[in-house]
């Protein structure tokens, strides 16, 4: 067989419970965001590899990696450096696992579980010091250096280059030194469209406790750049006041929908202007991910990997009418308008699986007043996928080694009607995860999934959580492995 027939082999055979008659889900886990140090180099390389065969040995798929822009570029613009990930490239295909590799073009720092801090590129935050509206800006004109504004996408602001310019140069800079692997061992690509990641925008930033759960945030489109944005569409379409600003009545971060004028049950954002306002505000978001992952596409098509994009899962607020916290992020999603139907429609449109988060988690772990339905919102994005056509996959939101997450997760990825899960990524490989029951539950967890759920033991019998450990005892080199991977 030729080596393209190969890959082809190798993409195709990626399984999917879109198919009737394989319900397997196949398990990825992330890895650490240092894996790869400031200076370059894989971080703990021993560890590293003891963790990867622990992993290989549980069953696992493969692995999900940060490919971080603060790192990759940070010499000066187009001087790339893949070294540290070359090594983990040829590390885990040793091990005969896969990997997910995550463009990040956010920064590390200042959000849920960043345990390290990687800015953007120096040269990019010289550029952003020289203009600060590069940046998203809230109405009380607060900075938020985590990712360059898309109010800026198509303007030549990083050095005589658009950020989309950068973003594609930075892939296809990627494929071109990836290009023997992708389709083999990088079996998907992921694009980072937004903070964390996501397609959105910051509006819930937890850095100096300007936001704190469950706050229904702020709306993120005050630069310069996003004003005349908003400028132009509110010209066109001959209502110039509208165009002098953000709502003013939309509250504070840390605020509830009830506070405010504009989120409260029957307030502006059910008005003409309000519809206005955040069908401008989630269309820009939604140009924004368009953009990316056409050039996404143009540059990895036909090598084989899948590509996919990340949505966050804002369950507070869910069960209010306005769903404010949605709004806020750029999902215009509310009693009445579907939010995340035309999301997952421009995803499809470029073949990209969704990808998305608090797939573990139940409404009734919740606080009340916060009105969240982690539940509600996993269902709706769920059932929009499927009417879209587009893959779903998915990832646990906060760390979690219990038996009730993992059980919320496989209950989540199967599905009787087409709209399962096509891969379930596992935040996140650290010491923990390789401890006495959290290992167990994990090894449990993957066996579950990849026989689709069925065959499932009682939560109480934990005879194939033995049987496995006695397989462990017998393999000489993985007790070692273990004790390897905690360092």
Excluded at 27 to 47: E, H, I, Q, W, Y
Excluded at 205 to 219: A, K, L, M, V
Aim: glycine content about 10%; charged content about 25%; hydrophobic content about 35%.
């Amino acid at each position: 067989m030729t080596s393209e027939g190969r890959k082809n082999e190798v993409f195709h055979g990626l399984p999917t419970p879109h198919n009737k008659n394989d319900s397997r889900v196949p398990v990825f886990v992330m890895l650490p965001l240092d894996t790869v140090s400031f200076g370059g180099n894989l971080n703990k390389a021993r560890a590293m590899n003891a963790s990867l065969m622990a992993l290989k040995s549980a069953g696992v798929e493969g692995v999900m990696v940060d490919a971080w822009w603060g790192l990759v570029e940070k010499d000066g613009p187009m001087k790339y450096n893949w070294e540290g990930y070359a090594e983990l490239v040829q590390m885990v295909q040793r091990h005969g696992l896969k990997l997910q590799v995550v463009m990040s073009f956010h920064q590390c720092g200042g959000n849920v579980g960043d345990s390290c801090s990687i800015p953007l590129p120096p040269w990019v935050l010289e550029e952003i010091s020289k203009n600060t509206d590069l940046v998203y800006t809230d109405r009380s004109s607060r900075r938020n250096p985590e990712y360059i504004s898309l109010g800026c996408d198509s303007l030549p602001v990083l050095r005589g280059r658009t950020p989309i310019q950068v973003y594609s140069d930075y892939m296809r800079s990627f494929r071109n030194r990836f290009k023997d692997n992708l389709g083999g061992v990088i079996a998907e690509i992921q694009v980072g469209m937004g903070p964390c990641g996501e397609l959105r925008y910051p509006s819930y930033p937890e850095s100096n406790g300007t936001w704190r759960f469950p706050g229904i945030g702020e709306f993120q489109c005050y630069d310069k750049y996003m004003r005349a944005s908003l400028e132009a569409s509110a010209d066109a379409v001959g209502k110039k006041d509208w165009g002098r600003s953000g709502p003013h009545d939309a509250g504070h971060y840390n605020q509830f929908p009830e506070d405010t004028g504009f989120f409260r049950r029957d307030g502006t954002w059910t008005t003409e202007y309000g519809q206005f306002f955040l069908e401008w505000y989630s269309g820009k978001l939604l140009e924004h991910g368009d953009r990316i992952l056409a050039a996404a596409e143009g540059i990895f098509q036909g090598t084989g990997a899948k590509l996919s994009g990340k949505v966050a899962g804002i369950h507070w607020h869910y069960k209010t009418r306005s769903h404010a916290a949605e709004l806020t992020a750029g999902y215009y999603n509310t009693r009445n308008h579907d939010g995340y139907l035309p999301i997952a429609r421009m995803m499809g449109k470029y073949g990209v699986v969704l990808n998305f988060t608090c797939m573990e988690m139940k409404d009734r772990e919740q606080p009340q007043h916060a009105n969240c339905s982690p539940e509600g919102l996993v269902r709706q994005v769920k059932m929009a996928t499927k009417t879209a056509g587009t893959e779903l996959a998915g990832e646990n939101a906060l760390e979690r080694y219990d038996s009730s997450a993992y059980a919320q997760v496989l209950a989540t990825s199967m599905s009787d009607s087409g709209n399962g899960l096509s891969a379930f990524t596992y935040l996140r490989m650290n010491k923990r995860l390789f401890e006495g029951d959290n290992w167990r539950s994990l090894v449990e967890f993957v066996k579950n999934m990849s026989e689709g759920g069925r065959n499932r033991l009682p939560e109480c019998d934990s005879s194939r959580t033995n049987l496995y450990i006695g397989f462990i005892k017998e393999k000489k080199d993985v007790p070692k492995t273990m004790e390897a991977a905690l360092v």
